[in-house]
T-cell receptor, first 111, second 115 residues
């Protein structure tokens, strides 16, 4: 039973346009959410996070939005660049030390 | 500064053999996590330690899997005997609560193939 769901296995976006990656969760006790980025043959690297007390967090080209009522978060990348092509994992935690990951979405930035 | 170090990077073994994966966390981090990544199940948490003590091993698939952390700078994940369905990429990650948030830092992974 997946608590963190990324329903789109892959996404293709034109370079320079906005990339929107979506994530849904089922556990209403989750209070902290993270996005990780993974290149082939490397471990995931932390990208951006958001606490449940906020609905938006921005870091450069990356913005994460949280809709608690819908149990939904999204990652926006503007503008998309070739180096953004990677697998993006959504993750969540409920105050303890472990985090639960989604299965990931592979983002392809097209030239 | 070195990140999380894992060895070996690749391991090919035959069914029934013992496999030992190794991890050195970032110095000063007090949490260590072992994950397994497969196409079907994504990134699964197997076990994690706090201050060298196992806290939650509910993700360990079966008794063939065991993990130890004898000191703050070293951990092992052992599979004995190994089976073809254990083929996956195994990641180790570490974190520190004092740095705030739950951000974990991952190693490059060990790609295990069991023939």
């Amino acid at each position: 039973d997946q608590q963190v769901k990324q329903n789109s296995p892959s996404l293709s976006v034109q370079e320079g346009r906005i990339s929107i990656l979506n994530c849904d969760y089922t556990n209403s006790m989750f209070d902290y959410f993270l996005w990780y980025k993974k290149y082939p043959a490397e471990g995931p690297t932390f990208l951006i996070s958001i606490s449940s007390i906020k609905d938006k967090n921005e870091d450069g080209r990356f913005t994460v939005f949280l809709n608690k009522s819908a149990k939904h978060l999204s990652l926006h990348i503007v503008p998309s660049q070739p180096g953004d092509s990677a697998v993006y994992f959504c993750a969540a935690s409920e105050g303890d030390d472990k985090i639960i990951f989604g299965k990931g979405t592979r983002l392809h930035i097209l030239p | 500064d070195a990140g999380v170090i894992q060895s070996p990077r690749h391991e090919v073994t035959e069914m029934g053999q013992e496999v030992t994966l190794r991890c050195k966390p970032i110095s000063g981090h007090d949490y260590l996590f072992w994950y397994r990544q497969t196409m079907m199940r994504g990134l699964e948490l197997l076990i994690y330690f706090n201050n060298n003590v196992p806290i939650d091993d509910s993700g360990m698939p079966e008794d063939r899997f065991s993990a130890k952390m004898p000191n703050a700078s070293f951990s092992t994940l052992k599979i004995q005997p190994s089976e073809p369905r254990d083929s996956a990429v195994y990641f180790c990650a570490s974190s520190s609560r004092t740095s705030g948030g739950n951000e974990q830092f991952f190693g490059p992974g060990t790609r295990l193939t069991v023939l």
